[in-house]
């Protein structure tokens, strides 16, 4: 079976510090794919990235970066410099090879707070 | 490419009633997923679809069922409604619903039940 853990339930930061959210995954699987979500207030979740097992180069789009790490079974999501409009909940999610859509795992998600 | 949509938004509905909430996926895409997000229970899977067929179910009672039309739209009806159904259903779209498509969300449909 496979686990998401996001341990952080939540995080408040000032705007312009850095953030790290943390995403553990569990899975017996040799190839799998870890997403990362945004969810803003409105309640729509926006696809951020998507990586698969076999890739772990890190991963940089503006002030968004991301980190996998097989050895530690981890796939961490952090914002340089946050602003406000990055509050929002942020789920970490995993997809097992062979597997279809019904069978993705989420975690119980991140409330990011960033403040003024 | 205009994204998954969701009707209506909100919904206010009383307890006994029935309720059926639409979702259109991405153009294109074929598997369409819906999933309930409670406060308590984080986001849980209720059922996907894929040309017009269930293949996956999560674990809810037989008052949650769901269709897919030939257009790839789709439903979810919850019949008997209780206050506990209240949630955010969020519908998502995906290509083929394989582990490696990512999957769209709509905004979701805001139902409480009174």
């Known amino acids: 079976a496979q686990k998401v853990t996001q341990a952080q339930t939540e995080i408040s930061v000032v705007e312009k510090e850095d953030v790290t959210l943390d995403c553990v995954y569990e899975?017996?699987?040799?190839?799998?794919?870890l997403f990362w979500y945004k969810q803003p207030p409105s309640g729509e979740l926006v696809f951020l990235i998507r990586?698969?097992?076999?890739?772990?180069q890190n991963e940089i789009s503006g002030r968004y970066s991301w980190n996998f790490q097989k050895s530690t079974s981890s796939f961490n999501f952090t914002i340089t410099a946050s602003q406000v409009v990055d509050s929002a909940v942020y789920f970490c999610?995993?997809?097992?090879?062979?597997?279809?859509?019904?069978?993705?795992?989420f975690g119980d998600g991140t409330t990011l707070t960033v403040k003024p | 490419k205009a994204g998954v949509t969701q009707t209506p938004r909100y919904l206010i509905k009383t307890r006994g009633q029935q309720v059926t909430l639409s979702c259109s996926p991405i153009?294109?895409?074929?598997?369409v997923s819906w999933y309930q997000q409670t406060p308590g229970q984080g986001l849980q899977f209720l059922f996907e679809?894929?040309?017009?067929?269930?293949?996956n179910k999560g674990n809810f009672p037989g008052r949650f069922s769901g269709r897919q039309f030939s257009n790839s739209r789709s439903e979810m009806n919850v019949s008997t409604l209780e206050l506990g159904d209240s949630a955010l259903y969020l519908c998502?779209?995906?290509?083929?619903?394989?582990?490696?498509?990512?999957?769209?969300f709509g905004p979701g449909t805001r139902l409480t039940v009174l």
């Open positions: 899975t017996r699987d040799t190839t799998y794919y």
């Open positions: 998502a779209s995906s290509l083929g619903g394989t582990a490696m498509d990512t999957q769209y």
């Open positions: 679809y894929f040309s017009e067929t269930q293949r």
């Open positions: 999610a995993l997809s097992v090879f062979n597997t279809n859509a019904g069978k993705s795992t």
């Open positions: 153009s294109g895409h074929r598997s």
């Open positions: 990586r698969n097992s076999f890739d772990e």
